[in-house]
């Protein structure tokens, strides 16, 4: 493996990583406005059980005609209200589901990345075992020659 092949590896998983940090931090984001949407939509429920609450208080005292159209009027507009927030509060956990995913999905490729850059790292170290190993048994091959040739030579 070349120091090129390395270099390339290198800045893959630096991009990657740069994504994948990217996307966490758009995740962060993305929880904030879910939090704030279902906050939202959980105060407009609360608003509206105490708006019923104060109401049927009232409504047991006797009221007229008018007051009880007024409430029914605001009581829809509410609804209608608590509708569109909850539809906020949807978008807003689809979004986050689909940056924990795409999140995830970048977390896997910097992890692929990482181990095919070790992988690569062992293979070099293995060929350089080898290569050395080589290198030893080819001296090791001469030095013995030189003896042996050595040896003979005094034998004569």
């Known amino acids: 493996m070349s120091p090129q092949d390395l270099d390339t590896l290198a800045l893959l998983l630096e991009r990657a990583s740069a994504d994948r940090d990217r996307l966490a931090a758009e995740l962060r984001r993305a929880e904030e406005v879910q939090r704030h949407q279902q906050a939202q939509a959980d105060h407009l429920a609360a608003y509206r059980e105490e708006y019923v609450q104060r109401w049927s208080r009232q409504f047991g005292r006797g009221g007229a005609i008018e ?5 029914q009027s605001f009581m829809q507009r509410l609804e209608e209200a608590m509708l569109q927030q909850a539809a906020q509060v949807e978008r807003a956990s689809s979004a986050l589901n689909q940056l924990r995913d795409a999140l995830q999905q970048a977390e896997m490729r910097v992890a692929s990345v990482r181990k095919l850059i070790d ?13 050395e190993q080589k290198q030893s048994d080819e001296a090791a091959q001469h030095s013995a ?8 030579a005094f034998h004569h």
Do not use: F, M, S
């Open 119 to 131: 992988r690569r790292l062992q293979e070099r170290a293995r060929a350089e075992q080898r290569r």
């Open 67 to 71: 007051i009880v159209q007024c409430y």
């Open 145 to 152: 020659h030189r003896r042996g040739t050595h040896g003979l």
